[in-house]
């Protein structure tokens, strides 16, 4: 079986620092002397551990890992608990006041830069993970998902593959289009996204959050980026769901390791 390992590093100019990260490590680690690729992930807390996780139920990454035996990192960072502060560390842009997320002081721009140059070289020190933007990857969900939209977008020198799983993209559709649009992306470049049937209850909301999905997946394609959208059916806005397609999307990004 996999460990988990957990270490603390500063994240200021945010608050709540240290930061707690939280580190799954393959069972052949301690044997092996290779490099391994690497998935960073935001919302670690609720990644490996129902007793961490915010409402009780983990993504079971861990387990599923154990259990396939893949030769990969996962690293995932802890969020800020405290009120809005998390909507804020993961919003990448300003959002209009009129939006349901309200007014709010965005540090997602703040927050990329320290995932790319403070927690990126900090774990390529710690541990033998892979530099190599071929191996390396960033995921999330929700505001996390948006975050990772964003991410492979502004650093795809640093990242090749994206999971963007049911992400926030009502409040900034416009803005991380324009973001894709105006970047640069290698054509190795692998996206997944998806957003779940039951998600949202009314049928125009649906209809709207597919339209946004699909907008956004054309405008990674456009740039020569690989994609894999994905209508999650029966998926909820929950990490029970989102378990589910851990399988899905770590084929996908990760091909080479399921050879």
Wanted: some cysteine.
């Amino acid at each position: 079986m996999g460990r988990i390992e957990e270490f603390e590093l500063p994240i200021e100019p945010l608050a709540q620092s240290p930061r707690k990260i939280w580190v799954y490590l393959p069972d052949d680690y301690d044997e092996s002397r290779k490099r391994y690729p690497v998935l960073y992930m935001f919302d670690g807390h609720n990644l490996f551990d129902d007793s961490l996780a915010t409402y009780g139920k983990s993504w079971g990454i861990r387990d599923y890992l154990d259990g396939a035996h893949l030769p990969l990192v996962v690293i995932g960072q802890d969020c800020n608990h405290t009120g809005n502060a998390r909507l804020e560390e993961y919003s990448p842009f300003q959002p209009d006041s009129h939006t349901w997320i309200g007014k709010l002081n965005a540090k997602g721009e703040i927050t990329g830069e320290w995932f790319a140059h403070t927690l990126k070289p900090a774990c390529e020190k710690r541990y033998r993970i892979s530099k190599n933007r071929k191996q390396v990857g960033i995921a999330g969900s929700s505001m996390g998902g948006l975050m990772s939209m964003y991410m492979i977008a502004k650093y795809n020198d640093l990242y090749s593959k994206a999971a963007c799983v049911s992400s926030t993209m009502d409040i900034y559709a416009d803005q991380i289009t324009d973001l894709i649009d105006h970047s640069s992306f290698s054509h190795d470049t692998r996206i997944y996204l998806d957003f779940g049937s039951n998600e949202v209850k009314a049928k125009k909301t649906f209809a709207r959050c597919m339209d946004y999905l699909l907008r956004i997946n054309h405008a990674y394609t456009e740039q020569g980026c690989h994609t894999f959208p994905n209508v999650v059916v029966g998926g909820t806005h929950s990490e029970a769901s989102w378990e589910t397609i851990v399988p899905l999307f770590l084929e996908f990004l990760y091909p080479e390791l399921y050879q």
